[in-house]
């Protein structure tokens, strides 16, 4: 069994689930609708630009989840997968997942957005494993805030990905074995880890990267 992983904004998905996340808290009233569209907007930027400050965006992304009764964020959850996140799949994606199943792979979402978030669309995707960012519970399961752990983003993510690979012991299970599909500069060093890079509609300088070290390029939309 080989390792199949994917991440998943621009990706797996047509447009980005965290920034959509963002918006939407603010189109629902759970956030100042201005200034928090402007920083939600600022942190994308600076995602693309490859320059984000994940703990600095974790704060900013956590915050809400730490405001509201947990009930209420799932509730909003639920109308935010079935409203943006459904027609947000690019259609090359199931097909894509499909074929690594019935080729008996492991297929994990890695993915820089948080587990809150990206749960319920890995259960969409019918991706049974998730690696993604962790916002901290409380013992009631109230969100406190904080970050927990190594967020998955950058070299994060080969981190994540060992640990993963550790709590799920398998001999064919290796970074150097796998495949790992993305659309990001922010996914470089993990693509460069892999045995099987692929770029998905990359960013420009992916796109160069990928184009100077041979790599495949695909559409998923």
Known sequence: MALALFDLDNTLLAGDSDHAWNEFLAEVGAVHPTCHAETNDRFYQEYVAGTLD????????????????????????????????????????????????????ELVIITATNQFVTQPIADLLGVDHLIATLAEEGEDREFTGDLTGVPCFQEGKIERLRQYLADHPDPEDSIAQASFYSDSRNDIPLLERVGHPVAVDPDPTLAAHAHNQGWPVISLR
């Open 54 to 105: 994940i703990h600095e965006f974790c704060r900013f992304a956590f915050s809400p989840l730490a405001e509201h009764p947990r009930a209420q964020l799932e509730a909003w959850r639920e109308r935010f997968i079935d409203t943006l996140i459904r027609p947000m799949i690019a259609p090359g994606a199931p097909p894509l997942l499909a074929r690594h199943r019935e080729a008996g792979d």
